[in-house]
Nanobody
Framework: QVQLVESGGGLVQAGGSLRLSCAASGRTFSSYAMGWFRQAPGKEREFVAAVSWSGSSTYYADSVKGRFTISRDNAKNTMFLQMSSLKPEDTAVYYC??????????????????????WGQGTQVTVSS
């Protein structure tokens, strides 16, 4: 059973920064692409960023490109999302997710939540104006 646990959310002023973490357990973390998604109240879940199993490839939603950085530490089974220049519209519950299958990376797939088999419980990020 795969378990994903997010942490690092909180309340921050616009322009500030936060670093989210996602700790994984239960399978070979380093073999799977990982992603971050978010869901704001009354809105559908949306893709934020993804990182390949090795960490060598990343992909971002246009809305966060240049402000957010995704990374992973396979030795520690942990993925990160460094968020800078935060805006009120970044307010949402942020979820980490793990790919259903090992050793695959296609940008057209990592943006779609249907390709992820495991999800964390989410962490709230609130950006005040």
């Amino acid at each position: 059973q795969v378990q994903l646990v997010e942490s690092g959310g909180g309340l921050v002023q616009a322009g500030g920064s936060l670093r989210l973490s996602c700790a994984a357990s239960g399978r070979t973390f380093s073999s799977y692409a990982m992603g971050w998604f978010r869901q704001a109240p009354g809105k559908e879940r949306e893709f934020v960023a993804a990182v390949s199993w090795s960490g060598s490839s990343t992909y971002y939603a246009d809305s966060v490109k240049g402000r957010f950085t995704i990374s992973r530490d396979n030795a520690k089974n942990t993925m990160f999302l460094q968020m800078s220049s935060l805006k009120p519209e970044d307010t949402a519950v942020y979820y980490c997710a793990a790919d259903k299958f090992a050793l695959r990376w296609k940008e057209v797939m990592v943006v779609d939540g249907i390709n992820y088999g495991y999800w964390g419980q989410g962490t709230q990020v609130t950006v005040s104006s």
